[in-house]
């Protein structure tokens, strides 16, 4: 298995739907929540986190989602502040995820998407076009927020 490190793969889609070459099939509750709770851990060094930790969103610098909607391998969460989007969490993100090589995360930013993966980022929309490298995707996804509200 390949571990993340600080030059993963930046793999650029321009599909509605990629192809999913995961395991499929059912994805119990205890799976899902297992695989949350540990993105969640992995968000925390790097901010307070939505809605675990209580508080108001204000606060909060990553919002982990915890619904479960399907049986899909991924789970979603969204930036609250331009200050989630940053290198250390990214890598540690990845990391996180080493142990749950079949999963992948969510994110959104202003005009584009991220999934991310332990080994490599997928990334669409204008906002990220272009980007080669992890730094690169960080700041388009940085300058993106300038126009966030």
Same mark, same amino acid.
């Given at each position: ?11 650029? $889609?321009?599909?509605?739907?990629? /192809? ?61 502040? /331009? ?42 929309? /204008? ?15 940085? $300058? ?6």
């Amino acid at each position: 298995m390949k571990m993340a490190n600080s030059s993963p793969a930046i793999v650029y $889609y321009d599909a509605e739907c990629i /192809p999913d070459d995961r395991p499929r099939g059912p994805v119990s509750s205890e799976q899902f929540f297992t695989v949350r709770e540990a993105i969640v851990e992995g968000c925390r060094r790097h901010g307070l986190v939505g809605p675990d930790d209580g508080g108001t969103h204000e606060n909060f610098v990553y919002w982990v989602i915890d619904d479960q909607y399907n049986d899909e391998r991924y789970q979603y969460l969204e930036l609250c502040k /331009p200050s989630a989007m940053n290198k250390a969490w990214l890598l540690d993100l990845m990391k996180t995820l080493e142990e749950f090589p079949d999963w992948g995360v969510g994110v959104s930013v202003e005009r584009g998407y991220m999934l991310v993966f332990y080994d490599r980022l997928m990334i669409n929309g /204008p906002a990220l076009k272009g980007a080669a490298t992890i730094d690169e995707v960080i700041e388009k996804a940085l $300058y993106s927020f300038r126009f966030w509200k």
